[in-house]
């Protein structure tokens, strides 16, 4: 969690506006219900951000958007759900192009300002009449209050629309920052697997928004995985327009840097938690918490060894606790730990310890422990100081079912 107390002062918040910003959610027939086309705009060139999919196959959105957020400054972002265009070739890129422009000209804006991105199935065709269609209507439903119709709108195998945000102060002057993000299977970022976009009215230089959005990513979204499974189409963006009026940010060390950097950290972590939540199929949102590892990185790999192994997801999901699957899969991933040092709890009860099992009577409440719709997995490999959590979700029957019937 991001700190709080006197230095890192903030607020969060229930309404999501955040000034010189509009958003909206429109219906254009991507899908076969519901919001599809999103449209996010600022009344003023913003400072922007990015984070994408290192994966080597990706959609043309994400090839456009990331050409374009070199230039550190945009003032929209397009998005659509129902259809990732990817592997689509030439079109693909020609459809993505046409797709901020068509967004561009209902917003009367360069080309060059509009970020994009698209999720759904891969290798089909983007329906671009149907968006260009769609765009005036979007641009026309633009409002302040508008962020939760554009969460709704990018929605893919989502149950629920994800949106957060805080405020603090920087210079003497209220700041807002807010966000939305969709992600439900597919899950584990390598950045970004899915789709999150978040708005500030700070003022602060290209650079060190770079620099934020990449240190939040690492302990949020890149902590986050369903199932293991990385997407094409991942993207984060994220737009500081500077409406608050203070001196812009530029000083990673500044005060206002650091209250910006941890209200930032504050919303990536909420929204993590919510994809999490909502994993396709999940009854049970898991976080995995691994201590006693030799390095920060072979903490991280035991924790996603943890929150990506079937074997433990499915027992988790029928409420087993059989911690045999845990350490089995710690050494399966040639991870160094000390099994006479070493601990596991699982929903807050110790059901191994010193190299030996508590008990049945342990494990039985464990197993009560496990009916809760929030675990924590918590494990010490007894080899060192570092540490690191992830958070995941069971593996359900309905998983199977949703994954097995995605295109048809």
Same mark, same amino acid.
């Given at each position: 969690?991001?700190?709080?107390?006197?230095?890192?002062?903030?607020?969060?918040?229930?309404?999501?506006?955040?000034?010189?910003? %509009?958003?909206?959610?429109?219906?254009?027939?991507?899908?076969?219900?519901?919001? @599809?086309?999103?449209?996010?705009?600022?009344?003023?060139?913003?400072?922007?951000?990015?984070?994408?999919?290192?994966?080597? &196959?990706?959609?043309?959105?994400?090839?456009?958007?990331?050409? %374009?957020?070199?230039?550190?400054?945009?003032?929209?972002? &397009?998005?659509?759900?129902?259809?990732? !265009?990817?592997?689509?070739?030439?079109?693909?890129?020609?459809?993505?192009?046409?797709?901020?422009?068509?967004?561009?000209?209902?917003?009367?804006?360069?080309?060059? @300002?509009?970020?994009?991105?698209?999720?759904? =199935?891969?290798?089909?065709?983007?329906?671009?009449?149907?968006?260009?269609?769609?765009?005036?209507?979007?641009? #026309?439903?633009?409002?302040?209050?508008?962020?939760?119709?554009?969460?709704?709108?990018?929605?893919?195998?989502?149950?629920?629309?994800?949106?957060?945000?805080?405020?603090?102060?920087?210079?003497?002057?209220?700041?807002?920052?807010?966000?939305?993000?969709?992600?439900?299977?597919?899950?584990?970022?390598?950045?970004?697997?899915?789709?999150?976009?978040?708005?500030?009215?700070?003022?602060?230089?290209?650079?060190?928004?770079?620099?934020?959005?990449? #240190?939040?990513?690492?302990?949020?979204? !890149?902590?986050?995985?369903?199932? +293991?499974?990385?997407?094409?189409?991942?993207?984060?963006?994220?737009?500081?327009?500077?409406?608050?009026?203070?001196?812009?940010?530029? @000083?990673?060390?500044?005060? +206002?840097?650091?209250?910006?950097?941890? #209200?930032?950290?504050?919303?990536?972590?909420?929204?993590?938690?919510?994809?999490?939540?909502?994993?396709?199929?999940?009854?049970?949102?898991?976080?995995?918490? =691994?201590?006693? #590892?030799?390095?920060?990185?072979?903490?991280?790999?035991?924790?996603?060894?943890?929150? !990506?192994?079937?074997?433990?997801?499915?027992?988790?999901?029928?409420?087993?606790?059989?911690?045999?699957?845990?350490?089995?899969?710690?050494?399966?991933?040639?991870?160094?730990?000390?099994?006479?040092?070493?601990?596991?709890?699982?929903?807050?009860?110790?059901?191994?310890?010193?190299?030996?099992?508590?008990?049945?009577?342990?494990?039985?409440?464990?197993?009560?422990?496990?009916?809760?719709?929030?675990?924590?997995?918590?494990?010490?490999?007894?080899?060192?100081?570092?540490?690191?959590?992830?958070?995941?979700?069971?593996?359900?029957?309905?998983?199977?079912? &949703?994954?097995?019937?995605?295109?048809?």
């Amino acid at each position: 969690m991001a700190a709080r107390g006197p230095r890192y002062p903030y607020a969060p918040m229930t309404e999501s506006i955040v000034p010189g910003f %509009r958003a909206a959610g429109v219906r254009c027939g991507l899908k076969t219900r519901g919001p @599809d086309l999103m449209l996010i705009a600022s009344e003023a060139p913003s400072a922007a951000a990015g984070v994408f999919t290192r994966s080597t &196959v990706v959609g043309a959105p994400v090839t456009l958007s990331r050409a %374009r957020i070199r230039r550190g400054q945009a003032r929209a972002i &397009v998005a659509n759900s129902g259809c990732s !265009n990817v592997a689509m070739g030439a079109r693909g890129d020609a459809d993505a192009l046409a797709m901020t422009e068509a967004a561009a000209r209902a917003l009367g804006c360069p080309p060059t @300002d509009v970020l994009v991105a698209s999720t759904g =199935v891969i290798g089909q065709p983007l329906p671009l009449a149907r968006i260009r269609r769609g765009l005036p209507k979007a641009a #026309a439903a633009l409002r302040p209050e508008g962020l939760l119709e554009a969460a709704q709108a990018i929605m893919t195998t989502d149950t629920v629309p994800k949106l957060a945000s805080v405020r603090t102060r920087i210079g003497g002057r209220l700041v807002t920052l807010a966000g939305i993000a969709k992600g439900s299977g597919m899950i584990e970022p390598n950045m970004a697997t899915m789709l999150s976009f978040l708005l500030t009215d700070a003022a602060v230089t290209p650079a060190l928004l770079r620099r934020l959005l990449r #240190a939040a990513v690492a302990t949020s979204y !890149n902590r986050l995985t369903v199932d +293991g499974e990385g997407s094409t189409s991942d993207t984060v963006l994220l737009l500081a327009n500077g409406c608050a009026g203070h001196p812009p940010l530029q @000083d990673a060390a500044s005060s +206002g840097s650091l209250r910006l950097a941890a #209200a930032l950290g504050e919303v990536c972590e909420e929204l993590a938690r919510a994809l999490a939540r909502d994993g396709e199929g999940a009854t049970k949102l898991v976080t995995v918490r =691994v201590a006693g #590892a030799r390095s920060a990185a072979e903490a991280e790999r035991a924790a996603k060894r943890i929150a !990506n192994s079937v074997l433990v997801k499915t027992a988790l999901f029928g409420g087993d606790p059989n911690w045999g699957r845990i350490l089995q899969t710690i050494g399966a991933g040639r991870i160094v730990i000390d099994l006479p040092r070493a601990s596991v709890q699982l929903g807050g009860v110790s059901v191994f310890r010193s190299g030996a099992s508590t008990g049945p009577e342990a494990r039985r409440r464990a197993g009560r422990a496990l009916r809760a719709s929030e675990i924590d997995v918590v494990v010490h490999l007894g080899a060192g100081r570092h540490a690191a959590t992830v958070w995941t979700c069971d593996l359900s029957y309905e998983y199977v079912r &949703v994954n097995a019937e995605y295109t048809t």
